[in-house]
């Protein structure tokens, strides 16, 4: 028979109490309890707050201390043993072990208690057992205490470690979203599609927090990939806009934008160039959308610097792509605007070129004898007015020559209207052969009636002109059988030389011009006469 009596008591006190923690509290418990009985096994077991239920702090050996918090359930046995004792509350033998179980209360509160189980009877001093069970509810309610504290000061480094972590990433993610501002500005100002996307890759590579990036866009329409720009294995922006592929061939955008997936990122993945795998590390895909049409995707990866996944990667790259989105869709339609003005430029154009044509024909034809092509009366009225203005002006000579085909009527009787504007249309061409100088004009006055105006031109040459004229049209050697002049057609012709001496006189140069034409056909036609 073993004692827990007084002596026993104060053995245990001057043993627990200088313990600083829990864990040697229960070694200093549990070699007190084998000094009273060598086989002792104690168990200290804490009753839950809220409800009966009962856990294991610790389970003191011998030769084996187990200490568990937070607590761990109790087995079966341990349990049934555990509501044997608290209902029977006195030392019993019970699988051929004694129990003793000493309740530990705290604060009017039962805390738990010790259940101590010995192969020897165990003789309980009440006093002893109460003060005994006084010491230990102190000093165990003093370490759980203690340890709680110390529980609660670790969560509170914790947290605090996190919060540090997490102002760190949020600065972080701040200072990449100023700088992706920054490119977003840049891009504003890019002058083409092509330019844009090259900036964007190389501000991106150079400003923020990845080695590499490229871009691709997506045609729904024609289901082609094309590469933008790219970043090479040294860093350097490369042109890959010979990279086009059919969407639906290339794995990951078919799977992104079958999944509307916005973003993807992987970590330790194999990272390629060219197709060829050139190291490991973290990449990402990013796609890119109009609404619900995918219009291209970016990829990234840190396989030059190995800068590390940041916490705040995941916001960055989808704001990169909500950005680099945004920029495509007003480039795009800044560069549909651009055809459509130039393709209304080009049309413009093409009308108004189409329409000065127009004009000028129009201008030609209203100024045109249709029938021989050379200039008509009106021509000849314009320029007639404009020539007796400088000639006016210059007091230099002008003069009208008027040439008539002679007994055209009987032409006409003879050969019929046909031949008679063939005639017409051949003695034209002769006629507007004669006189090359500059400012000279061969018009068709009316019926067979035509006139020379030579500007600058003498009496002298006046007459020149007009024999060269008559032996063009006798030279062309149509006949006229019923001409009394001769067997062909022949001409006379009647003008008239001037210098100017009021403005708007031009009629009475007219009016002279006839009456010598009226003289050379007095005189036997087929001849000139000039005033
Ligand atoms: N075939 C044809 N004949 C025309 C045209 N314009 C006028 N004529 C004819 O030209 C003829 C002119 O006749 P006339 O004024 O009598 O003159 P002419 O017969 O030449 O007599 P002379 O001038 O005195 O030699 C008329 O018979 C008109 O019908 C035309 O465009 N085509």
Not at 280 to 301: F, K, M, Q, R, V
């Amino acid at each position: 028979m073993i004692a827990l009596d007084y002596a026993f008591c104060l053995k245990t006190g001057e043993a627990i109490c200088p313990q600083e923690n829990l864990n040697a509290f229960c070694l200093a418990l549990g070699q007190t309890f084998s000094t009273l009985a060598g086989d002792s096994h104690c168990q200290i077991l804490l009753k839950s707050e809220r409800s009966s239920d009962w856990k294991q702090l610790a389970d003191i050996q011998p030769d084996n201390l187990n200490v568990a918090l937070p607590t761990v359930e109790l087995n079966e046995s341990n349990q049934a043993l555990l509501l044997n004792l608290l209902a029977a509350d006195d030392h019993k033998l019970r699988n051929n072990l004694y129990h003793l179980l000493l309740p530990l209360n705290m604060r009017g509160e039962l805390l738990g208690c010790l259940v101590i189980s010995t192969s020897q009877e165990i003789s309980v001093d009440a006093h002893a057992k109460s003060m005994l069970a006084l010491l230990l509810s102190g000093a165990l309610d003093s370490h759980l205490q203690h340890q709680l504290l110390a529980c609660e000061q670790a969560k509170h480094k914790n947290t605090e470690k996190k919060l540090v972590q997490e102002v760190c990433s949020q600065k972080g993610l701040l200072e990449q979203l100023h700088i992706l501002h920054k490119i977003s500005l840049r891009l504003w100002h890019a002058h083409s599609m092509d330019n844009m996307l090259h900036t964007a890759v190389y501000e991106c590579i150079h400003a923020l927090d990845f080695d590499r990036m490229a871009i691709f866009l997506l045609n729904s329409h024609t289901g082609l990939m094309r590469g933008t720009y790219g970043t090479d294995i040294e860093g350097k922006v490369t042109n890959e806009q010979w990279y086009c592929t059919a969407i639906h061939e290339h794995h990951h955008a078919k799977t992104t934008l079958d999944k509307k997936r916005h973003i993807t990122i992987n970590e330790d993945s194999e990272l390629y160039h060219d197709s060829k795998e050139v190291g490991t590390g973290w990449n990402a895909t990013i796609s890119l959308w109009d609404g619900d049409e995918p219009i291209g995707w970016i990829a990234c990866d840190n396989l030059i610097t190995g800068t590390p996944l940041k916490s705040y990667h995941s916001e960055l790259l989808k704001l990169l792509g909500v950005t680099m989105s945004q920029h495509l869709i007003q480039r795009r339609a800044q560069d549909d605007l651009k055809a459509l003005n130039l393709s209304l430029e080009h049309r413009v154009a093409e009308r108004t070129s189409q329409l000065e044509d127009a004009n000028k024909r129009l201008n030609q034809i209203s100024r045109e004898d249709s029938l021989t092509h050379v200039p008509n009366r009106r021509m000849l009225d314009e320029r007639l007015e404009e020539e007796w203005r400088r000639a006016l002006r210059y007091q230099t000579p002008l003069t009208i020559l008027i040439v008539d085909i002679d007994h055209f009527k009987q032409y006409n009787d003879k050969y019929g209207h046909a031949l008679g504007d063939q005639c017409l249309t051949q003695v034209a061409e002769a006629l507007s052969q004669v006189e090359r100088r500059a400012g000279a004009l061969l018009a068709r006055f009316g019926g067979e009636e035509f006139v020379f105006l030579l500007p600058g031109s003498n009496r002298e040459n006046a007459i020149s002109v007009a024999n060269r004229a008559l032996e063009a049209v006798r030279k062309l050697e149509i006949p006229h059988g019923d001409s009394p002049v001769a067997p062909f057609v022949t001409i006379s012709a009647g003008g008239k030389t001037t210098i100017p001496e009021k403005p708007n006189n031009q009629q009475q140069l007219f009016i002279d011009a006839d009456v010598a034409l009226y003289e050379a056909k007095s005189a036997g036609k087929n001849q000139a006469f000039v005033l």
